[in-house]
């Protein structure tokens, strides 16, 4: 899977938690909380929705790894690859 990939599979799950983020440019070194006003439970949803279109487990201690966009996806693109 390319990073391209994921990227599109992180903005799709993110669009079920933050239906704005469809139409939005978000930064992608800037933290998903603040571009989209997400709160614990929908960062929570969120990480749900990626670990059911990827498959990926992804700890709680891991979550820090996903605040961004291009940390998103550089953390998925390594765990998919191992």
Do not use: W
């Not at 990939?5 to 070194?29: F, H, K, M, N």
């Amino acid at each position: 899977m390319t990073p391209d990939d994921i990227r599109t599979i992180v903005l799709q799950a993110l669009a079920t938690v933050a239906p704005e983020a469809r139409s939005l440019t978000l930064a992608p070194t800037v933290s998903l909380r603040d571009q989209l006003d997400i709160d614990s439970m929908d960062f929570l949803n969120f990480v749900i929705a990626i670990h059911r279109k990827l498959g990926v487990d992804i700890p709680e201690a891991d979550y820090p790894a996903l605040i961004t966009l291009d940390g998103a996806v550089a953390y998925l693109a390594a765990r998919c690859a191992s």
